[in-house]
């Protein structure tokens, strides 16, 4: 690049707080068309990304001729040194070296791989949730971080063959913020109350109707017939499930010592028909009211500056209680205008559950080598269970062991295990192998019949077994199950190893930190601002036995390097590329640490409860409002990536 452009691009990265070059290969690269299946919200795909070695040749300086493939690729591996070799192995950077190539005929030469994230369904939604933290959820996503292209790992992978990670997350927000009687009004006058500036007086809240009935002025004054009249067309409505079209609404003078004075209402008939016709679950139940704020004592106060002290309408000290129209009752205010809700912006936020990579997890230089490693482990296991065998028939059993051994072996090893391991036999031919197999050793008619995909080796085992002994013989049971579990383990490892070589990303931060863009897409489109990772010990408790936990995340293993170590260093990546973009902090996180208890039932039978007890702990936080991104039209960028330099002149 120029001198000129190099000091513009210097000067915007210290503006912005970026020590990395944000204009080649940057981390979100806006694109000239709309993604239409990441704008379409029925389609499963969050983002796409983009590939930094098509960006390096895209930058390359290649004539309108071409350029030898020998300096095209020096440029690539030298001048852009953040571009991955992990992905230039994988897709296979070898040009010619005295052919000429241009940047398309060049990006013609490697292996395609296009990698999409994806939404995939709720099938794990049970497992390993954070389900005791207080704040309540609003959605569950399961994202997977996969190619287009069949990458042929192996199909016990989660979500598939061509998943190189996949993340699970849910969007929370806090239990104040539960809305409640929606249904009774329509979606068009709830949108609109919701679509408020943060300039705005006016919050929408969700308060119990009986609080917001000692709120508003009674209408034991007013003219009777007029307000039956009212009453009974209202209930009318309700009887015909006609959803009102506008919502209640109280307006109070803001007094400035910690109080509100209603000074105006609509919506009482409504309200009292709900509780009449018994729609609101004896008075307890909430309705949406809009709460409108005046300049009393103290300065009206516009909801949506009051989290920024240096706000021009920052108001010092809010209302925690509203006096009614009245002057005779005093109610708390409603939950969403409680200062400690306006104040900490206590908004919808990601939290984060899951960072998984089966492909990183189960990698191998040579797998192979890998292969033939456990291959010997498992033949050291089945001895051990070979020579029990034959030492329990020789002590109890018919004293000649030699056959039965040999019909195992041979049935496990020779048959099951190759077959299962040969991906290009169908189910059905698998089992005519099992069948023809447990002919030759003389099965039972039962197994040969009823022999599955997986071989059935404990049943056929243990029914070999049991015919060297008069009586059924648990211990022999027990062998076959032992067998049986060896075989399965061994298989599912086997299955699992992938090469190094065939990996286009080769680090857990990689995966990492895809997983992490992805969620900043997703977060985007969602006008959500925070994504929070919890503690690692919360993510541990629920994945491991109390007594497991202190080993599992102490510092040097898999799960701590995973959700801290490798986590921790994505979040300085991101920062170091975005700069002021995003901030890194703490976010409280409230912890279920004991259930609630009945304690007592009064006379009219009432029931008291011991609340649940709470603890409350540091997540960590990844705060992007700053960060202004289109998902609609905008790339990730798949893997490391990161500054092209263009000569000087």
């Known amino acids: 690049m120029s001198g000129i452009t190099r000091l513009l691009a210097k000067e915007l990265s210290s503006a912005l707080g970026i020590t990395d070059n944000p204009k080649f290969n940057p981390m979100f690269k806006q694109t000239d068309e709309v993604l239409t299946d990441v704008a379409d919200p029925s389609d499963p795909t969050v983002a796409r990304f983009y590939s930094p070695l098509e960006s390096a040749l895209d930058e390359a300086p290649i004539g309108k001729e071409g350029t030898r493939g020998e300096n095209v690729e020096a440029f690539v591996r030298k001048r852009a040194p953040k571009v991955s070799k992990a992905e230039m192995e994988f897709r296979g950077l070898g040009l010619e070296p005295g052919e000429l190539y241009t940047a398309e005929s060049a990006k013609e030469s490697l292996k395609g791989l296009n990698i999409k994230a994806v939404k995939r369904g709720r099938e794990y939604r049970l497992e ?153 679950e004896r008075g307890t139940s909430q309705i949406p009211v809009i709460l409108r704020s005046e300049a009393g004592a103290g300065p009206s106060i516009r909801w949506g500056q009051q989290s920024n002290p240096d706000s021009f309408d920052y108001v010092d000290k809010l209302p925690t209680k509203l006096i009614s129209e009245e002057g005779k009752d005093t109610i708390s205010i409603p939950a969403r205008a409680r200062p400690e809700i306006v104040r900490s912006e206590n908004k919808p936020y990601i939290l984060i559950e899951e960072l998984q990579s089966d492909v990183i997890q189960n990698t191998a230089e040579n797998a192979q080598e890998a292969a033939a490693r456990h291959s010997q ?71 040969i019949e009823g022999v599955g995909k997986a071989g059935d080796v404990f049943p056929t085992v243990n029914s070999i077994l049991q015919r060297e002994f008069d009586e059924f013989d648990d211990l022999m049971e027990e062998i076959a199950d032992d067998i049986n579990d060896t075989v399965s383990i061994y298989v599912q490892t086997v299955m699992s190893v992938v090469s190094k070589k065939d990996l286009p990303v080769q680090r857990i931060t990689d995966t990492i930190r895809m997983s992490l863009q992805a969620i900043i897409s997703d977060a985007k489109a969602r006008g959500i601002d925070e994504i929070v990772l919890p503690p690692v010990d919360k993510l541990a408790y629920q994945r491991f036995r109390l007594d497991e936990i202190p080993s599992k995340i102490a510092k040097g293993s898999a799960f701590y390097n995973t959700y801290v170590a490798s986590y921790n260093k994505v979040l300085k990546q991101l920062k170091s590329e975005l700069g002021n973009q995003i901030k890194i902090g703490k976010k409280p996180l409230k912890y279920r640490t004991g259930a609630g208890k009945i304690s007592a039932r009064t006379a009219k039978g009432k029931v008291l409860k011991k609340p649940p007890k709470y603890e409350t702990v540091q997540g960590t936080l990844l705060d992007i409002s700053n960060l202004t991104i289109d998902p609609k039209n905008t790339k990730l960028r798949f893997n490391e990536g990161g500054l092209v330099q263009r000569r000087t002149k």
């Open 377 to 447: 482990v498992l033949k050291e296991d089945l001895n051990m269970e070979y020579n029990a065998i034959r030492f329990q028939i020789n002590d109890k059993g018919s004293g000649f062991p030699d056959k039965v051994v040999d019909d195992i072996k041979y049935y496990i090893e020779d048959v099951v295990i190759p077959t299962i391991l040969n991906t290009k036999l169908s189910d059905s031919d698998k089992i005519k192998v099992y069948k023809e197999a447990l002919k030759r050793i003389d099965a039972d008619q039962d197994i």
């Open 128 to 280: 390993q949730r954070q389900s005791n933290l207080k704040d309540r959820q609003l959605d569950y996503v399961e994202l997977s971080i996969e190619a287009e292209e069949n990458l042929n790992y192996p199909p016990n992978y989660h979500y598939g063959s061509s998943n190189l990670a996949h993340t699970r997350y849910s969007v929370r927000e806090p239990k104040e913020l539960k809305e409640s009687g929606n249904s009774l009004f329509s979606s068009d006058a709830i949108d609109t109350a919701k679509k408020q500036n943060d300039k705005s007086r006016e919050i929408l809240v969700y308060m119990p109707i009986n609080d917001f009935l000692k709120a508003a002025k009674s209408i034991a004054g007013e003219p009777l017939e007029a307000s039956q009249s009212k009453l009974k067309n209202t209930m009318g409505l309700l009887e015909s499930n006609t959803p009102f079209s506008s919502i209640p609404s109280l307006t109070f003078k803001n007094n400035g010592d910690g109080t509100g004075k209603v000074v105006g209402h609509e919506g009482r008939h409504r309200a009292m028909a709900i509780n009449a016709l018994g729609l609101n």
